[in-house]
Every structure is written in structure tokens, then in C-alpha cells.
């Protein structure tokens, strides 16, 4: 019997980001192992044009959900979606709902937030630092709340090499920054925003670290645990390999080097990639809640949930598996055959950008205009160009977390919690982990079939041709053009045609003796 799925039988958990990549796969994996539990409140916006209602009907109506509607057929009952927008006061919830969440909840897994690097200051501290510092608010008028489980990312202090399972302060106390937001003005936030966010790469590392701060001095006696997970990939094993629904960190860049767009990229192959798959996060989180209520340490434990020091693989390594996996399962309609290099400094980053990235857009976008086509190539790349510098910085360094209180929680599991709730990053075999994240960007995020991998393959064949044609069209024009020019290039020329000339005269004349 697992303790962990057993704890959260008949609880009432509340959790903001359900609607998230990692909120879904958490309230997957609750309703899967603990489907006795009493509800799940999720904290959910109105969005792109949906209801409250829709948004959880399209999540349970996913594939992510189908094992969990067999073994919880009832889960519809549930799950009580609660209309709030951590942006606003009190986050917009009505008395009735506050009430209800004051009074039942039990658990409480904090995953919302923007996760966009380059997110206004004032947006990123509002939902990072001031959303967190309201939800704790409420957290401490909750009579039957056992743990607040608050989500950051190991990145908080990516200004650091090595970085322990301890919250580090930043110069400027968050309460300060929170008032501040209040008063100053567009223009003068974004002047101090490089001076605050100092030697980390953006605001949203940089709220995180705040958000951090706000949880340490606003926990009163509330039991609270951090769990710092690295770079969140597709899911590894549950509730099947691969799923990923987003575009968030690799995945984005999977995308684009599948269809042909990426085709260099400045990083650094024997730095560290420190990936960990979602469903290892989910299930450290909820070892977290379950240790966290029960065993009540003394002080806020940090959890870092990282694969480098215990099972690392590099950049270098991944790329050449994601590339593999595209040869053997090709995505639909690729706009170049997947080939992508390694650059390690400027100058060939320049170049490459503009001879693999900026060039063929433009000549696709050319042809776009004599087809009478909107152009868009060059719209898209120059999208790609900017993520690729937004994430420049995390491909070309390594850090080192340590994980004493994952390695100390992995001892105090029982054997079957340690196979229901499995976060030993050790088990985990990368090729194969890759492997599937790619089919799994295929086929969940994209949406494609692959019953029409025979027609893709077919695609690359032609886009192989076209290549070919085309180096063979240039080379030709390049070299004719010289000829015109250079009487080194004719001479060249005359010899190679004479010596061609030659050699087939005596290869007639061999084989008509022979005869
Ligand atoms: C040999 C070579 C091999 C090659 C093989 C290659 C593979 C192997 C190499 C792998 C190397 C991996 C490196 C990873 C490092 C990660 C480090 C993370 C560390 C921290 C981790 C964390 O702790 S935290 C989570 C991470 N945080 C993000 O990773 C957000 C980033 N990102 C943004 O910060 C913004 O994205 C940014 C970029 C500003 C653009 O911003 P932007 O304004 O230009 O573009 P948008 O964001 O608006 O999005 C443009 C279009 O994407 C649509 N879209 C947006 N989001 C969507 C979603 N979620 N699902 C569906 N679609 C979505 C949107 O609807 C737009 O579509 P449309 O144009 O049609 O409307
Ligand atoms: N993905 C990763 O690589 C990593 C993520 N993390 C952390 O994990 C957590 C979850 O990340 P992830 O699932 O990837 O992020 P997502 O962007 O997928 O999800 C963010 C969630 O926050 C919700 N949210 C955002 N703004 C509001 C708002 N104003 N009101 C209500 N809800 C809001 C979103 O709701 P909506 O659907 O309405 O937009 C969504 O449910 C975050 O705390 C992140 O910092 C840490 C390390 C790595």
C-alpha cells in the first residue's frame, strides 16, 4: 500500500497552474494514484475566448486524462474549478469560493506563474512575488491546512555556480519591490529593471528568487517546502512517455529543428543539459506534500529536482539524438530536411544565422511574393533568432545543485512508495527518454499522424533534391561567372575539360580493343 496516495485520500487539495504544463500532469497523477480524494480546487482565468467549464472539459476530454477517467470515472465531480485571476486583488474569487477554499483545503501546490523570460518587471512581479505573498495570506487563515508546497525553478540562482538547498537573499527586500510597482511608471521600471535583475539573464528568474524570498519571510507556522526543478521536458514513464503539450523550454527548439528552421545554434555541447522529465517533478511533489504534512520539519526545506549530478547528459549528446530520432520519424511538411551544427562563438553564429536562418527565409519568402503569397518566413525566423538568445544563456553553462533533501526523502519512502511516486533521475536512460520526447512532440503536441510518416520521409526526399539541385544551379552560376572573369579559373577550366576529354578517349579506345 502506498502512504503517499493514501495520505491524499479524502484531502481537499487546492492548486493554481492546473491549467499549466505541470499542473496538469500533477492533477493527472493525484486523480490517478489517490482517487478517493475529497476535491481538487483549481484556480482557473477565463481564456482565449473559453469558459471556466471548457477549459476543464478540454482537459479532462485529453489524452492525458483517459487513464485517469477509468480509475476515477467520477472525476468530472471532482474537480471544482475556481474563477480567479491571480493578477487581481484578492484574486478576483468570489466570498462564496474564498470561503469554501478557507475552509477546506488541505494542501496547497503553488504552481502558477508567468514563465516568460522576457516578461514586463511589474507583470512578472505581480504574478511571481505579489500572487504568492496574497496566496500565503490565504493560506494562513486556512484552519485545516498541513502543507503549502510553492513551486520555483532551480534557476532562481542561475547568478551562482554551485547552488544549495538554501534561499538566497537578493539586494533589494521583495516588499520594496512589490510597493514600487505600485507607484513607478513604465518607462522608469524598465530603466531600473537591468540594475535589479543584475547578473541573472531576465525578470523571470530574477521574480523567482523573490518569490522565494516572500515565502521564507511571509511562512509564519505554516509547514512550507520549495521544490526548484531544472528544465521540465515530457513526461518519462506516466501516465505514457513523451506527452507534452507546450512549447516551453527544448520543445519549442525540438519544433523547430524537426521542420527544418533551426539549423545552428549557439551552445556550448559539453555543458550540461539539465533536463528532468514532468512526471519525476510531479512525483517529488507529492512525496514533498505527503513528508512535508506528516513528518512537519522544523524549517522551509529546498528540494532540488535536477538530473546533472546524479544522471547528467550534455547538449551535445541530446542534439545528436533529437536529429537520429527525426531520421527514422520525420515530421509532416518540413520546410528544410532536419541538420543542425553546434556554433561556439560569434562570428560562426553570425554567419550560420545568416546563411542557414536569414537567407533561405528570405528566398522562400521571394517565392512567396511570385506565387502571390503572403510572405511569413522572415516574420518566423527572426521569432526563432530571439528565442535562441533568450535561451543562449542556460545552453552554454553548467551548474551544480546539490540534492541533499531529494536524496534524504528518496531514504524515508517506503519501497512501494518509491515505485509509485518515482524520482530517482538515475533510472532514467536518455537515449531512449529522448527518443520518445520527440515522438511525443509529434504526436501530442503536434497533433500529427503517424500513419503519414511514409509521405514524410517521401517530403525530405524531395527537399534532399531540391538541395542538391539548388548547390549544383549556384555552383554552376558561381563558376561560370568566374570563368568570365579570371584567367587562372579559365586555364582551370580548359585542363579539367581536356583531361576529361583524354580520359574518355582511352577508356573508348580500351574497351574497343578488348571487343
Ligand atoms: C546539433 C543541433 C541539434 C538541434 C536540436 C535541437 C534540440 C536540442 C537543443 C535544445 C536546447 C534547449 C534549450 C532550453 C533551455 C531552457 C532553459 C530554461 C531554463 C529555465 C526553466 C524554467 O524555470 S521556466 C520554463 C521555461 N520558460 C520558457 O521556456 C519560456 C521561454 N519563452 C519565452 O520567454 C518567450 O516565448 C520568448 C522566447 C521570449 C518569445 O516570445 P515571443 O513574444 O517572440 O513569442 P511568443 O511567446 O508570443 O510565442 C510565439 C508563438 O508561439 C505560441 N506559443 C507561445 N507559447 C506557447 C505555448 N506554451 N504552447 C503553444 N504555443 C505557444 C504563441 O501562440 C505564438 O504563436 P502565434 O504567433 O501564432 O500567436
Ligand atoms: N516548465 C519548466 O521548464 C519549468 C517550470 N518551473 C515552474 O513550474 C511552474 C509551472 O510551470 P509550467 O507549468 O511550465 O508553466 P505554464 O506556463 O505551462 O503554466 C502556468 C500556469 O499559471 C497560470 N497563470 C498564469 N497567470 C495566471 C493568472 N493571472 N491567473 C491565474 N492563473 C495564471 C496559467 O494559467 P493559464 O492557463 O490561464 O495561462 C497556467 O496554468 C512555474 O512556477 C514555473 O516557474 C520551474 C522550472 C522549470
Not at 476543464?56 to 470515472?73: A, G, H, R, T, W
Not at 532536419?338 to 528570405?362: D, I
Request: positive net charge.
Amino acid at each position: 500500500m502506498s502512504m503517499i496516495a493514501d495520505f491524499y485520500g479524502g484531502k481537499s487539495i487546492l492548486i493554481t497552474g492546473a491549467t499549466g504544463f505541470l499542473g496538469k500532469v500533477l492533477m493527472e497523477k493525484l486523480f490517478r494514484t489517490s482517487p478517493d480524494l475529497r476535491v481538487i480546487y483549481i484556480l482557473v482565468r477565463p481564456k482565449a475566448g473559453q469558459t471556466l467549464q471548457q477549459r476543464v472539459f478540454q482537459i479532462l476530454n485529453s489524452k492525458l486524462f483517459e487513464k485517469v477517467k477509468e480509475v476515477c470515472p467520477n472525476v468530472h465531480e471532482k474537480i471544482r474549478a475556481i474563477s480567479a485571476d491571480l493578477n487581481q486583488n484578492d484574486f478576483a474569487i468570489s466570498k462564496e469560493d474564498m470561503q469554501e477554499l478557507l475552509s477546506y483545503t488541505n494542501i496547497i501546490f503553488h504552481c502558477a506563474a508567468t514563465v516568460r523570460f522576457d516578461d514586463h518587471l511589474r507583470h512578472a512581479v505581480q504574478l511571481n512575488v505579489t500572487a504568492t505573498q496574497q496566496l500565503l495570506l490565504m493560506a494562513s487563515q486556512m484552519p485545516n491546512l498541513e502543507a503549502f508546497i510553492h513551486i520555483s525553478t532551480a534557476f532562481s540562482n542561475c547568478n551562482l555556480k554551485h547552488i544549495d538547498e538554501v534561499i538566497y537573499p537578493c539586494p533589494v527586500e521583495p516588499k520594496k519591490i512589490i510597493d514600487s510597482m505600485e507607484w513607478l511608471d513604465d518607462a522608469i521600471i524598465d530603466e531600473i529593471t537591468p540594475k535589479l535583475i543584475g547578473d541573472r539573464p531576465n525578470t523571470y528568474t530574477y521574480t523567482k528568487a523573490l518569490g522565494e524570498m516572500v515565502v521564507q519571510q511571509e511562512s509564519g507556522k505554516l509547514n512550507i517546502a520549495i521544490i526548484r526543478p531544472s528544465i521540465v521536458g515530457a513526461t518519462w514513464q506516466e501516465p505514457f512517455p513523451g506527452w507534452v503539450d507546450n512549447i516551453n523550454g527544448p520543445t519549442g527548439l525540438i519544433v523547430a529543428a524537426g521542420k527544418g528552421f533551426l539549423r545552428s545554434i549557439r551552445a556550448t555541447p559539453m555543458a550540461v543539459a539539465d533536463l528532468i522529465p514532468a512526471d519525476i517533478v510531479v512525483n517529488l511533489t507529492l512525496a514533498v506534500g505527503w513528508y512535508t504534512a506528516v513528518h512537519r520539519p522544523k524549517s522551509t526545506l529546498i528540494y532540488h529536482c535536477t538530473s546533472g549530478n546524479l544522471n547528467p547528459c550534455n547538449w551535445g549528446k541530446m542534439g545528436i539524438q533529437v536529429l537520429a530520432t527525426f531520421e527514422k520519424i520525420p515530421l509532416e511538411r518540413a520546410f528544410r530536411r532536419p541538420k543542425a551544427e553546434f556554433t561556439t562563438n560569434n562570428v560562426t553564429t553570425q554567419y550560420w544565422n545568416a546563411v542557414s536562418h536569414r537567407a533561405p527565409a528570405m528566398i522562400y519568402d521571394f517565392y512567396l511574393r511570385l506565387t502571390g503569397r503572403k510572405p511569413r518566413m522572415t516574420k518566423l525566423m527572426n521569432r526563432l533568432l530571439r528565442t535562441l538568445s533568450m535561451l543562449e544563456y542556460f545552453i552554454n553553462r553548467s551548474w551544480e545543485w546539490s540534492t541533499y533533501n531529494t536524496e534524504m526523502l528518496m531514504s524515508k519512502l517506503s519501497p512501494e512508495d518509491q515505485r509509485v511516486f518515482n524520482f530517482d533521475v538515475r533510472q532514467l536512460n536518455w537515449l531512449e527518454y529522448i527518443e520518445n520526447y520527440v515522438l511525443g512532440v509529434k504526436k501530442y503536441l503536434l497533433k500529427e499522424d503517424m500513419a503519414g510518416i511514409p509521405e514524410a520521409k517521401q517530403h525530405l526526399r524531395r527537399l534532399r533534391n531540391i538541395h542538391y539541385l539548388f548547390n549544383t544551379a549556384l555552383f554552376l552560376i558561381a563558376w561560370r561567372l568566374l570563368i568570365a572573369r579570371s584567367q587562372v579559373a579559365r586555364n582551370v577550366w580548359f585542363f579539367i575539360v581536356s583531361f576529361c576529354y583524354k580520359f574518355l578517349s582511352y577508356f573508348r579506345a580500351s574497351s574497343t580493343l578488348k571487343v
